[in-house]
Each structure stands twice: as structure tokens, then as C-alpha cells.
């Protein structure tokens, strides 16, 4: 596969999504971003904004198998990984898998799960694979997680780890659609739409998992000029020294916005990566690696905000 048919299949899989999915063209660009790099994403925003259907019509388009997980207080470890089961016919155990085995994971308010749960799936997320009773049991060569943090009810809620907050690739904000988005939501609603019924919407599996990989090592070989490498390194560096911050991006943030960029460069056809498709990527790669300040919050600053002035002060490349 080269970068004409990366590019030829990723514009094909948007406007399959956006069959079902109207009025949030970023918010399915950035997801397919996701699966082409081959990382994780946080999906962030108020119920009924179509996260849950963006990230089954995504698996469904692509061809891959999908697990929905409901994160709860009393989630368990073995929930989500599984267990291993004794057969009493041959007297030996055999592992049952969880729902944490598939292709592409919804993790569904995940900041209400304990930390033993939290850890299993950091573990999965990070080394891609999950070990019970001393056992490493390999994920998906093409597992991804898409999480929905709950963004509005904290009670019965735990704070997500640092260090896995920094295991997800992007923060995907999802806003409500604007009017006509609405309309035409209402619109196919009325014409027979059903979010349980993919297939009878019309979408058509276009992939599998092994034209998926091929389409990572696509991105992959698309190439990063060296202005381009210190220019994002520039950029993560940068949010270090903000005003309004206490923690800055880590060096994982850099790698992460140059793969990021890389699945941004196919998306729009070419075989390098430009620095308009670094500043594209860095608010949804760097908005959850920053902690600000308790006085800037109280200000009414955003991360995104802090973000747009380093990113306009920033000198860019030519």
C-alpha cells in the first residue's frame, strides 16, 4: 500500500462515518488520526454527543472486532482481562479472555474504575498485553482504546493516573454540532436511522486488521524534515516554561505529536509531514499532558488556551 491509497482509504472511511455521525467532521478525523498511528484516545464530552456510536461506527467501518466495557466503582481487574477457568474433564485450567480482548475498546466512563482496574488496562495500553496469574496473554496486534472520562458527575469518580493519562495519543473534545449538524441528526433519525443497526445505515466494512497494519506502516514511513522534528520539539518544550503551568508535556508528548502528525499528513495526501499539520495536532495531543496552576484555573484559563498562545509564539518553519 503507498500513500495514494492510505490517503484514498482514509478519506473513504470519514465519509462512511459520516453516514451516521453529522456535524463532527474534526471529531472523526482526529479518531481516524488515532487508528492510523496506532495510539490511544480520551473522548471528552457531555452525553448524547455520539461518542459511543462514533467509536462502534468506526470498528464497524474498519472491519474490526469491537468491545464496549461500562466502568464502575466494583470493576475488577478480571472483568476487563479475564480469568482462568478450571475444566473439569481434562483437570487443567484454560483462559477465559475479558472484554479488554478485541480490536477496538470503548472504555465508558473510565474514571470510575478502582486503580487495580486502572492498572490492568494501563498495562494493556502500554505493553500490549494482560497478565493473569503471572501469565502475559498478547493483545490485539491492532488494540486500540478509545475512554470517555465523565466530564460532569465526580461523585463515585477516581482521578486517572498521570502516567496513564499519558498513555492516551490524543484528548479528543467532542462539542455539541451546530444547527444544521442538529437538523440532519433529526433528519435521518426520521428516515428510518438507527444506532443499533450500523449495517442498515448503510455503512460498509472497508478494512480488516491486516490492511489496517498496513496502513500504520504507511504513516509510519511518511517522512519528518528536521526543521519540522525540532519545531515540534520546540513546541512540547515550550509548555514547560508557560506561566500558567506546573507540569509540562514529556518527551513521550513529542514522540507522540510527530506520529500524530505523520497520520495527519496521509489523511491529506502527502508523504511528508509539514509544520501546519504539527500545529494541528499539538492541542489535541498536548491539552491533557499540561497540569495548570490552581490560580490560573481559578482565572478561567484552559489548557487549549494556553496552548494557542505557544503555539502563535512559537516561530514555525518555512
Not at 462502534?56 to 477457568?85: C, E, Y
Not at 510527530?258 to 499539538?282: C, H, I, N, W, Y
Amino acid at each position: 500500500m503507498d500513500i495514494h491509497e492510505a490517503s484514498d482509504v482514509a478519506d473513504r472511511l470519514l465519509a462512511e462515518m459520516q453516514k451516521v455521525i453529522v456535524g463532527q467532521d474534526r471529531i472523526l478525523s482526529e479518531m481516524v488520526a488515532t487508528l492510523l498511528a496506532g495510539g490511544h484516545a480520551l473522548l471528552e464530552g457531555v452525553p448524547g454527543t455520539a461518542k459511543t456510536l462514533s467509536a462502534r461506527a468506526m470498528s464497524h467501518v474498519a472491519g474490526v472486532r469491537f468491545r464496549r466495557i461500562q466502568f464502575t466503582p466494583d470493576l475488577m481487574p478480571s472483568d476487563i482481562v479475564g480469568v482462568n477457568v478450571y475444566n473439569t474433564a481434562t483437570g487443567e485450567f484454560h483462559f477465559r479472555e475479558g472484554p479488554l480482548f478485541a480490536d477496538i475498546v470503548l472504555a465508558d466512563e473510565i474514571n470510575r474504575a478502582p486503580a487495580k482496574t486502572q492498572s490492568a488496562l494501563l498495562e494493556a495500553m502500554e505493553e500490549r498485553q494482560a497478565t493473569v496469574d503471572g501469565v502475559p496473554h498478547p493483545m490485539s496486534s491492532i488494540f486500540t482504546v478509545f475512554a470517555t472520562p465523565n466530564p460532569i458527575e465526580f461523585e463515585g469518580t477516581y482521578p486517572l493516573p498521570e502516567a496513564e493519562v499519558d498513555r492516551f495519543m490524543l484528548k479528543i473534545v467532542i462539542d455539541y454540532p451546530d444547527e444544521t449538524g442538529e437538523v440532519a441528526i433529526l433528519d435521518n433519525v426520521e428516515k428510518g436511522f438507527s444506532p443499533t443497526d450500523l449495517a442498515g445505515a448503510g455503512l460498509e466494512p472497508l478494512l480488516d486488521v491486516e490492511r489496517v497494519l498496513a496502513l500504520r506502516q504507511v504513516v509510519r514511513s511518511v517522512h519528518v524534515e528536521e526543521s519540522v522534528r525540532r519545531y515540534a520539539t520546540r513546541i512540547v518544550r515550550g509548555t514547560r516554561s508557560l506561566p500558567q503551568v506546573s507540569l509540562g508535556a514529556s518527551p513521550r508528548a513529542a514522540v507522540m505529536l510527530m506520529l500524530a502528525s505523520k497520520a495527519q499528513a496521509v489523511l491529506e495526501g502527502r508523504t511528508f509531514v509539514t509544520p501546519d499539520d504539527v500545529k494541528a495536532m499539538a492541542p489535541p495531543v498536548l491539552r491533557h499532558r499540561i497540569l495548570l496552576l490552581p490560580e490560573a484555573e481559578v482565572e478561567g484559563r484552559t489548557a487549549d488556551e494556553c496552548l494557542g498562545n505557544l503555539l502563535n509564539t512559537t516561530d514555525v518553519p518555512r
